[in-house]
């Protein structure tokens, strides 16, 4: 009843621009890693037992790639698709959690253990199980989020909505910041949607209320860097993007952080980040942690995860600017 087949994320299925064969083949590989984690964690269900088994089916990818070989061949494979296999088991603890009679903690053991490298994309998980359960489902996983990282479910319930319905841009499913966040997962999802081509990507923004033009920017630019995609079409987004490019900038950095926390950042990310943040991957992860430890007791108008996506981009856009100058 909860499977997911990986027919699911094949771009011919889905309709998706299909681009030319070597970013189609990396993006489809992140997906086919998300399916993989969802179905391993579906079929364990105990958290720890999923690390193990993601670890031994992993690892060896993950040290191929900490020696430098193979970095990138085969695109988004397992050398580098770890953190999209933690997002998929994720999904899956998140709604064995919600449908079991008694409320469960499989999600907190999964994301305080086993996951704890990878608490971005685990957070991203829960937003694609919210999009697949009915809204009075919700309260077992919205009462656990973080209150900093939580927001990072209604990006990935923003990149569920677009995922599987790509000509209907995201509304909030709640009211106020929800709305920004969800758009964040949307601009992720028209990367996978335009298999990485900026023009396409451009277009498909403009669909989108101008307020939310920054949100979605933002996204783009965090799957550009994390998923990857033909150089020449990221080095065109701060462009086309124009007074949006420092969201650019912010969602880079905040992809480099999470690929520093998996271990080595694959090739792509590094090259992303220079190119959308004008520093590089590990002086940019250096950005989002300075930035957020000047956050502790945030008070104001704006959820701490905003301010502090504000204040990276801010930064990003005075220090890559040096870097290039």
């Known amino acids: 009843m909860l499977g997911i087949s990986p027919r699911e994320v094949s771009f011919s299925v889905r309709g998706f621009h299909l681009g ?18 969802y179905q391993l964690a579906l079929d364990i269900g105990e958290p720890e037992h999923v ?15 900490a020696r430098g070989a193979d970095t990138d061949h085969g695109g988004g494979g397992r050398a580098d698709g770890i953190g999209f296999v933690f997002e998929g088991a994720a999904m899956a603890l998140s709604l064995l959690d919600a449908l079991s009679p008694i409320p469960g903690d499989r999600l907190a053991r999964f994301r305080e253990g086993p996951a704890a490298r990878s608490v971005y994309t685990v957070n991203v998980g829960v937003g694609w199980a919210l999009a697949r359960l009915p ?11 973080d209150p900093l990282l939580g927001w990072l479910a209604w990006d990935g319930y ?5 995922f599987f319905h790509p000509r209907e841009p995201v509304r909030a499913p709640l009211p106020g910041y929800v709305a920004h966040a969800t758009a964040q997962g949307a601009g992720r999802a028209l990367w996978f949607f335009c298999c990485g ?3 396409l990507v451009a277009g498909e923004v403009r669909r989108y209320r101008p307020e939310f033009h920054g949100d979605v920017w933002s996204g783009v630019g965090l799957a550009a860097t994390y998923a990857g995609g033909p150089q020449d079409h990221v080095t065109r987004l701060p462009r086309l993007a124009g007074a949006h490019a420092p969201a650019l900038a912010q969602g ?16 792509h990310t590094e090259a992303a980040t220079l190119a959308l943040a004008g520093v590089g991957s590990a002086e940019a992860a250096a950005v989002t942690d300075r930035v957020l430890a000047g956050l502790a007791g945030h008070t104001g ?21 040096s870097h290039v100058a």
């Open 301 to 321: 108008p704006v959820p701490a995860y905003e301010e502090w996506r504000r204040r990276v981009a801010r930064e990003l856009t005075t220090t890559g600017s």
């Open 20 to 37: 030319d064969h070597e970013t189609r083949s990396r993006l489809e590989a992140a997906g086919a890693a998300f399916v993989r984690g």
């Open 197 to 199: 081509d900026a023009d």
């Open 252 to 267: 880079a950095a905040f992809a480099a952080k999470a690929r520093i926390r998996l271990g080595v950042p694959p090739a």
């Open 51 to 65: 690390g193990r088994v993601i670890d031994a089916t992993e690892g060896r990818a993950r040290a191929s790639l």
């Open 135 to 145: 809204r009075w489902r919700w309260r077992p996983l919205l009462c656990r989020l």
């Open 158 to 162: 923003g990149f569920h909505q677009v």
